[in-house]
């Protein structure tokens, strides 16, 4: 039988009015906690899986399941529940594979977890991560650049994007939608700026 | 790896990435309407994938608000915005962030406005304002506010105590929340905002529990902070300095949120301030040897009683009742531990 990704998963059904208070404790200790390592996940996940296409998916698949358990208790230790957790996930990957490379095993099992790198400086992490972005941006095609600076940088509403571009508003909403899509996957989402 | 093939080709990562962040651009730049955010509700219900995806692009999508610093300096243009407004249509839900600010103080006044409203609360209130645009201040004890929240303008200054603020987020209307040299810019945001009498002056703490929000202070040393979730700023006329907050920390002094007081290892004179911020008797440390006593509990605002039984029976300390006044000194018997 092989393991599918959904199973156990909770989902539709359950009464908004008796969960939503514990969606959103989760939610608050998830976005706090857990994304912040995303980092430091996507090093472990690189280290230890070598289809580089599927590390995202891996990582969102982890992500759901540390969410899923800490419905039922929020874990103690974030970081080592997290690493756990995608150490778990890659051991049974593996075995669904049948043919089992013993050295990605042996890796797996040296749980590596380093200490958190603290940024004493945020104020030049946050000035980073303003550069990080304006480079992003002006990467962006000239298109959505433009919706996206009139948006951010100038404010303009979505009416007034589409009167200086001589466009719909739906394409302006297009635009806005890709252009957040690119730029909230190149920050690091912690604040530093470590790459 | 058959397994995840199937799972994921039943719900392909890109495809709820994509379906996420059209729900995160329509909250922050369309018209968002209850039902919106019901079907929100309901696709983050349907699969833990929906959520985590969700609150891993929303974190991240705040973050773009950052660009906006790039905006040239415009100080005077905040007098005369002359913007089109659409009250309801730039009005965007509540983004999920919490904030945590505490300030001591005795900054200076900010010129007041015929057009400013003020709020209070008295000695152990609580008290809770919610605004046309989905705002919510939310009081605690001994609190006062003036606010001016209108179509072009939001501001809110913390003239004394502490409130909980739940901002609806709109970028062509910001939400300020001032005290003394000090402001707080919130980037789609939920904070909490505490001022002391008798604290320093000037100073100001602020604790992002969840998202960002910029803290700024005037004067010459002026410096523009973004906070990330955990971090708790200590603002004072010259410096910004920070510290991690865990989330039981947080979660502790939100606690007044839910009417009670939460102390772990708190030192006995912290313990006795709190209570006095909820109470009119007054509890005074009358002895500088026990102030550094550890106690941990959770305790009502209003119930010092419990305390002080604690105290006298368990801790040997000796309690004394003069008026409105509750003093608190080391027992003279000798088997008292010395410290």
Known sequence: MSETLAAGRRGGGRSRNSSAAIEDTVSAWFVREILPLEPFLMGYLQRNWRNASEIADLRQEIYARVFDAAREQIPDDPRRFLTVTARNLLINMLRHDRIVPIEAVADLDALNIPEDAAGPDRVAAARNELRRLQVALDKLPPRIREAMTLAYIEELSVREIAARMGITKSTVSIHLTKGIHALAEVIDGTGSDKP | MSGLKEALSASPRSDIDARAVEFIQRRRFQRWTDADQRDLDVWLDENTLNRVAFLRLEMRAERIERLADLRPPRRSVIVALPRFHFPFQSIIAAAAVSLIVVLGVAARQYFTKPVDHVYSTDVGGHATLRFADRTEIELNTNTVIRYRMTTTERTVWLEKGEAYFRVAHNASNPFTVIAGSHKVTDLGTEFLVRRNADGAPNR????????????????????????????????????????????????????????????RNTRLADVVAAFN????????????????????????????????????????????????????????AHKGRSM
Not at chain 2, 218 to 230: D, I, K, M, S
Not at chain 2, 236 to 255: G, M, N, V, Y
Not at chain 2, 313 to 320: E, F, G, I, S
């Open chain 2, 204 to 263: 100001l703490e602020v604790a992002l529990v969840k998202g960002s929000a910029e803290l700024s202070s005037e004067g010459p040393r002026a410096q523009v902070t973004t906070l990330v979730p955990g971090d708790e700023a200590i603002a004072t006329p010259i410096s910004i300095s920070f510290s991690r907050k865990t989330a039981q920390q947080l979660a502790d002094e939100l606690s007044w949120r839910r009417g009670v007081l939460a102390f």
């Open chain 2, 277 to 332: 911020r909820y109470n009119d008797t007054k509890l005074v440390v009358a002895d500088p040897s026990i102030a550094d006593m550890k106690f941990s509990a959770e305790v009502p605002t209003s119930d010092y009683e419990d305390f002080l039984h604690f105290a006298e029976t368990v801790q040997n300390l000796r309690v004394d009742r003069e008026g409105r006044t509750i003093l608190l000194s080391r027992a003279q």
